[in-house]
């Protein structure tokens, strides 16, 4: 079944850490997306790429990178991870039957806390 | 900030009720999504309706948009405890980003 999957769920990690959140669709889509979200539930756009080796950054400012090596793989990497990336982290992919045309289909999120 | 708003913030009705959720936008859209948030959990897209449509249905779902406006509306009929969960608008402006608005918390009571 086409899906989008997200690892780990839950992640508690120690200051200054390198993590590496996972993102890996089976759709063949072009677009994904990295969202963090508040605990007051807005969603905040970080990264996207639009295919193999395109990556921007989105409009929040993050200190996390991102790769697209493979259309179906798009990691999150934190070099040092601080309590401000406490956050959820949810990764989106999209298709592309014209502007608009298609929604996100979201992964299950990662729960990440800096401590 | 491009990004919508969905009043109420929270909503809390009795099974069986219908559940009316807003949405407010800044600007000229191509189209708007509703998605669906359980606890802890992704999106779920549920339904799109386009700058040229002025109502959507999927269901139990009735979505309207009134670009003149700039709101859009989401109806659930006759919610179950199921129901419950946070729902998001997004708007699909130019280029290929959406745009999530603030959210509304919906439970149902059984």
């Known amino acids: 079944e086409a899906d989008i999957y997200q690892t780990p769920r839950y992640l508690v990690i120690g200051t200054g850490k390198k993590i590496t959140l996972e993102c890996s669709q089976t759709?063949?889509?072009?677009?994904m997306y990295w969202y963090q979200q508040d605990p007051g539930m807005e969603l905040h756009l970080i990264h996207y790429?639009?295919?193999?080796?395109?990556?921007e950054k989105g409009d929040l400012s993050s200190e996390s990178t991102v790769s697209r090596i493979r259309t179906e793989h798009f990691p999150l990497t934190l070099e040092s991870a601080r309590p401000s990336h406490t956050s959820q982290y949810l990764c989106?992919?999209?298709?592309?039957?014209?502007?608009?045309?298609?929604?996100?289909?979201f992964g299950s999120g990662t729960r990440l806390t800096v401590v | 900030s491009q990004q919508g708003e969905e009043d109420p913030q929270a909503l809390s009705i009795q099974e069986g009720e219908n559940a009316t959720m807003n949405c407010s936008y800044k600007?000229?859209?191509?189209?708007l999504q509703w998605y669906r948030q359980n606890s802890g959990r992704g999106l779920v897209h549920l339904i799109l309706?386009?700058?040229?449509?002025r109502e959507k249905h999927s269901g139990r779902l009735r979505v309207t948009l009134d670009t003149s406006k700039k709101s859009s509306s989401l109806l659930i009929t006759a919610s179950r405890a199921a129901d419950t969960a946070s729902y998001f608008c997004?708007?699909?402006?130019?280029?290929?980003?959406?745009?999530f608005g603030t959210g509304t918390s919906l439970t149902v009571i059984p």
């Open positions: 989106a992919s999209r298709g592309d039957r014209g502007w608009g045309a298609d929604g996100y289909t």
């Open positions: 759709m063949g889509h072009d677009k």
């Open positions: 790429s639009y295919g193999v080796n395109s990556t």
């Open positions: 600007t000229s859209i191509n189209n």
């Open positions: 309706i386009r700058s040229n449509e």
């Open positions: 997004a708007t699909a402006e130019t280029g290929n980003q959406f745009y």
